[in-house]
C-alpha cells in the first residue's frame, strides 16, 4: 500500500510539472516552430554559393551581388523589371555630354549613423578608381574623370570622353555607396598589411533595407531588419542566407519549411515544387548569352565559311528541351530580349545540315577536321558538349571534349591553345554595350570572354559611336548594325538566353528576381 501511495505522488507531481510547462508557453525553440499560430517574420534563402566578399567594389559574381544588395544602395537603383529607378539620387539631368548631376536623398543615414550625402559619394567613387584599392569594377568606372561636390545633397560625375551608358553602370552593385567611417577603416586596415576590402568584408554597412548581423562562411550570411531606413521599411525582421550546394538539400529543405526562398532549381525538379501544396517555380527570364566561341586565331576556325557551318550544323532547341527542360530560349544574336539594343529584327543562323555541308565543301574541309571544345565542370555545359560532338558528325568533324574546373578554364582559354569553347556572358546592366564590348571589342582579344581573338574595325567603330551617341535611337540603330556585323562574321554560335528558376515557398508573397539575376526581398511578407 505505501509503495501504491508513493507512485501515486510521483504521478500527480508529474501531471503537475507538464501543465505548469505548458502555462508557461514552452520554449524558444517551440514557439518558432510553423503552424503555431504567430506570424513568421525571419525570412531564410537557401543559396548554391557563399559570396565571396561583402565588399561591392571586389565581387563579380550575382551570389555576392545579392547578399550585398539588401546591405547596400546606389544613386540609382534597378526595379523588379531591371529598369532604371531613382535610389538615392532622387533625380539627376545631363548637363552635357560629360557631366551628370544628381539630386541626392536627404535625411538618410547609414547603418552606423554616419550621414549620407555629396562627400560620401565622393569618397565612394574615388575609392572605386583607387589603384591602391585595385577594384574588380574598375573598368565599369574608369570613363569617370572627377566628382564634384555641389552643396550637401548635390553631386556631379564627370566624365572622360563621352559614355552614354554611364546611368546603367552606376546602377551595378559595384557603385554601392559604403558608408565612409566603414572605408576610413578599410584603409587603416591596407595600412595595417590587411587587403583592401578585407574590413569592408568583415563589417559591411549600407543605407539599405537590412543590417549586416553576422557571416559564418560557407554556412550563412544574417541580416537584421534596418528600423531607421530613410524609405518604406521591409516586411520581414530578419534575412538568413543558407549556404546549401545540393540541389536536394535545398529542395527539402523547403518541403519542410526550414527555407522560403531557394536558388537556383533546376530544370528537372520545376514540375516536383509547382505540383506540390508548398510552393511554386518563379520563372524569369535572364539578360544573360549562353555560347560556343570559335578560336579565331588559328585554323580551321579563322574560316568564316568553317564557323558558319558549325553554327548551322545544331538544334537549340533540342539542347534547350534536352538539357534544359524546355526553360529557355534559342539565341538569334548576342543581346538577350530585355536589354537595350536588342531587336526583334535580328536574325541568326537557322539550323540547315546541307548548306552545312556545302559551306565545308567550299572551305576545302569536305572530309572534315578533328577539333577540341573546352569547357567547365557544369553538368549542363557538358550534356551540351556531347550533343555538339555527335551533331558534328553530319559533317565528318571529330570534336573531342576537354572539361576542367572553372578557376582553371578561365585562366587556360587565355592561352589560346582551344579550338572551340563554351562559356555565357550575363549582361547585370542590361546594356547593350555591357552586351557587345567586352565580347566582340578588339581591344579585348584574347581576354575571356573573348578568347575567339576576334577584332573588327568595323565593329570596333559601331561600339565606339555606340558609347559615345546620347541619342537613344541612334544608340539603337549603331548596336543593330553592330549585331548583324557580328552574326555575319559568326564567331561564335549563339545558345540560348538561359531563364532563372527560384523556387519560392507558399508561406510568402512579394518575392521577385530580376532579369539579371538580382532579388528583391524588401516587400517579401509572410502569408497570414
Given at each position: 500500500?505505501?509503495?501504491?501511495?508513493k507512485?501515486?505522488?510521483?504521478?500527480?507531481?508529474?501531471?503537475?510539472?507538464?501543465?505548469?510547462?505548458?502555462?508557461?508557453g514552452?520554449?524558444?525553440?517551440?514557439?518558432?516552430?510553423?503552424?503555431d499560430?504567430?506570424?513568421?517574420?525571419?525570412?531564410?534563402?537557401?543559396?548554391?554559393?557563399?559570396?565571396?566578399?561583402?565588399?561591392?567594389?571586389?565581387?563579380?559574381?550575382?551570389?555576392?551581388?545579392?547578399?550585398?544588395?539588401?546591405?547596400?544602395?546606389?544613386?540609382?537603383?534597378?526595379?523588379?523589371?531591371?529598369?532604371?529607378?531613382?535610389?538615392?539620387?532622387?533625380?539627376?539631368?545631363?548637363?552635357?555630354?560629360?557631366?551628370?548631376?544628381?539630386?541626392?536623398?536627404?535625411?538618410?543615414?547609414?547603418?552606423?549613423?554616419?550621414?549620407f550625402n555629396?562627400?560620401?559619394?565622393?569618397?565612394?567613387?574615388?575609392?572605386?578608381?583607387?589603384?591602391?584599392?585595385?577594384?574588380?569594377?574598375?573598368?565599369?568606372?574608369e570613363?569617370?574623370?572627377?566628382?564634384?561636390?555641389?552643396?550637401?545633397?548635390?553631386?556631379?560625375?564627370?566624365?572622360?570622353?563621352?559614355?552614354?551608358?554611364?546611368?546603367?553602370?552606376?546602377?551595378?552593385?559595384?557603385?554601392?555607396?559604403i558608408?565612409?567611417k566603414?572605408?576610413?577603416?578599410?584603409?587603416?586596415?591596407?595600412?595595417?598589411?590587411?587587403?583592401?576590402?578585407?574590413?569592408i568584408?568583415?563589417?559591411?554597412?549600407?543605407?539599405?533595407?537590412?543590417?549586416?548581423?553576422?557571416w559564418?562562411?560557407g554556412?550563412?550570411?544574417?541580416?537584421?531588419?534596418?528600423?531607421?531606413?530613410?524609405?518604406?521599411?521591409?516586411?520581414v525582421?530578419?534575412?538568413?542566407?543558407?549556404?546549401?550546394?545540393?540541389?536536394?538539400?535545398?529542395?527539402a529543405?523547403?518541403?519542410?519549411g526550414?527555407?522560403?526562398?531557394?536558388?537556383?532549381?533546376?530544370?528537372?525538379?520545376?514540375?516536383?515544387?509547382?505540383?506540390?501544396?508548398?510552393?511554386?517555380?518563379?520563372?524569369?527570364?535572364?539578360?544573360?548569352?549562353?555560347?560556343?566561341?570559335?578560336?579565331?586565331?588559328?585554323?580551321?576556325?579563322?574560316?568564316?565559311l568553317?564557323?558558319?557551318?558549325?553554327?548551322?550544323?545544331?538544334?537549340?532547341?533540342?539542347?534547350?528541351?534536352?538539357v534544359?527542360?524546355?526553360y529557355?530560349?534559342?539565341?538569334?544574336?548576342?543581346?538577350?530580349?530585355?536589354?537595350?539594343?536588342?531587336s526583334?529584327?535580328?536574325?541568326?543562323?537557322?539550323?540547315?545540315?546541307?548548306?552545312?555541308?556545302?559551306?565545308?565543301?567550299?572551305?576545302?574541309?569536305?572530309?572534315?577536321f578533328?577539333?577540341?571544345?573546352?569547357?567547365?565542370?557544369n553538368?549542363?555545359?557538358?550534356?551540351?558538349?556531347?550533343i555538339?560532338?555527335?551533331?558534328?558528325?553530319?559533317?565528318?568533324?571529330?570534336?573531342?571534349?576537354?572539361?576542367?574546373?572553372?578557376?582553371t578554364?578561365?585562366?587556360?582559354l587565355?592561352?589560346?591553345?582551344?579550338?572551340?569553347y563554351m562559356?555565357?556572358?550575363?549582361?547585370?546592366?542590361?546594356?547593350?554595350?555591357n552586351?557587345?564590348?567586352?565580347?566582340?571589342?578588339?581591344s579585348?582579344?584574347?581576354?575571356?570572354p573573348?578568347?575567339?581573338?576576334y577584332?573588327?574595325s568595323?565593329?570596333?567603330?559601331?561600339?565606339?559611336?555606340?558609347?559615345?551617341?546620347?541619342?537613344e535611337?541612334?544608340?539603337?540603330?549603331?548596336?543593330?548594325?553592330?549585331?548583324?556585323?557580328?552574326?555575319a562574321?559568326?564567331?561564335?554560335?549563339?545558345?540560348?538566353?538561359?531563364?532563372?528558376?527560384?523556387?519560392?515557398?507558399?508561406?510568402?508573397?512579394?518575392?521577385?528576381i530580376?532579369?539579371?539575376?538580382?532579388?528583391?526581398?524588401?516587400?517579401?511578407?509572410f502569408?497570414?
Amino acid at each position: 500500500m505505501k509503495n501504491s501511495k508513493k507512485w501515486l505522488s510521483v504521478l500527480i507531481l508529474s501531471f503537475t510539472m507538464i501543465l505548469a510547462a505548458c502555462a508557461g508557453g514552452g520554449s524558444e525553440a517551440e514557439n518558432d516552430q510553423p503552424g503555431d499560430g504567430k506570424i513568421e517574420k525571419d525570412l531564410v534563402v537557401a543559396v548554391h554559393s557563399d559570396a565571396s566578399t561583402l565588399d561591392p567594389a571586389g565581387s563579380n559574381d550575382v551570389p555576392s551581388h545579392n547578399i550585398q544588395q539588401p546591405i547596400f544602395e546606389g544613386l540609382i537603383k534597378r526595379d523588379s523589371e531591371n529598369k532604371l529607378i531613382p535610389g538615392l539620387a532622387k533625380e539627376w539631368k545631363v548637363i552635357d555630354d560629360l557631366t551628370y548631376e544628381f539630386i541626392l536623398q536627404e535625411g538618410v543615414s547609414f547603418h552606423d549613423g554616419e550621414a549620407f550625402n555629396a562627400e560620401a559619394v565622393k569618397i565612394n567613387v574615388e575609392r572605386l578608381l583607387d589603384p591602391e584599392v585595385a577594384s574588380s569594377k574598375y573598368d565599369y568606372f574608369e570613363m569617370i574623370s572627377e566628382v564634384e561636390v555641389v552643396d550637401e545633397y548635390i553631386v556631379r560625375i564627370k566624365t572622360e570622353y563621352p559614355f552614354s551608358p554611364i546611368l546603367a553602370h552606376l546602377s551595378h552593385s559595384g557603385a554601392a555607396i559604403i558608408s565612409p567611417k566603414a572605408i576610413e577603416a578599410d584603409y587603416e586596415a591596407i595600412k595595417n598589411g590587411q587587403k583592401p576590402g578585407t574590413a569592408i568584408s568583415e563589417n559591411p554597412v549600407g543605407t539599405g533595407h537590412f543590417k549586416f548581423d553576422s557571416w559564418t562562411p560557407g554556412e550563412e550570411v544574417k541580416l537584421v531588419k534596418n528600423e531607421n531606413y530613410w524609405g518604406e521599411e521591409a516586411l520581414v525582421d530578419t534575412v538568413t542566407f543558407k549556404i546549401i550546394p545540393e540541389s536536394g538539400t535545398r529542395n527539402a529543405d523547403l518541403e519542410r519549411g526550414f527555407v522560403h526562398i531557394v536558388d537556383p532549381v533546376q530544370p528537372s525538379e520545376v514540375p516536383q515544387l509547382n505540383d506540390s501544396d508548398y510552393a511554386t517555380v518563379v520563372q524569369t527570364p535572364s539578360t544573360g548569352l549562353s555560347f560556343i566561341g570559335f578560336n579565331m586565331s588559328k585554323a580551321p576556325f579563322d574560316d568564316v565559311l568553317v564557323r558558319k557551318a558549325v553554327s548551322m550544323i545544331i538544334n537549340k532547341q533540342e539542347i534547350i528541351n534536352g538539357v534544359y527542360d524546355g526553360y529557355g530560349i534559342a539565341a538569334e544574336g548576342p543581346l538577350a530580349p530585355g536589354v537595350f539594343g536588342y531587336s526583334e529584327d535580328i536574325k541568326g543562323i537557322d539550323q540547315n545540315i546541307e548548306e552545312a555541308k556545302k559551306l565545308m565543301k567550299e572551305a576545302g574541309y569536305a572530309d572534315g577536321f578533328k577539333a577540341t571544345l573546352w569547357t567547365n565542370d557544369n553538368p549542363q555545359r557538358i550534356d551540351t558538349a556531347i550533343i555538339l560532338q555527335n551533331t558534328l558528325k553530319e559533317i565528318n568533324v571529330e570534336l573531342t571534349i576537354e572539361q576542367m574546373e572553372f578557376g582553371t578554364y578561365i585562366e587556360k582559354l587565355k592561352s589560346g591553345d582551344h579550338d572551340m569553347y563554351m562559356l555565357g556572358w550575363t549582361n547585370p546592366l542590361a546594356d547593350a554595350d555591357n552586351g557587345l564590348y567586352s565580347l566582340f571589342h578588339s581591344s579585348t582579344e584574347g581576354i575571356p570572354p573573348n578568347a575567339m581573338w576576334y577584332g573588327s574595325s568595323v565593329v570596333d567603330d559601331l561600339l565606339d559611336k555606340g558609347r559615345a551617341a546620347t541619342d537613344e535611337e541612334e544608340r539603337l540603330k549603331l548596336y543593330k548594325q553592330a549585331q548583324e556585323e557580328i552574326i555575319a562574321d559568326a564567331p561564335m554560335l549563339f545558345l540560348d538566353y538561359r531563364e532563372y528558376l527560384t523556387g519560392v515557398s507558399n508561406k510568402i508573397k512579394g518575392f521577385s528576381i530580376n532579369s539579371g539575376g538580382i532579388y528583391h526581398l524588401e516587400k517579401v511578407q509572410f502569408v497570414e
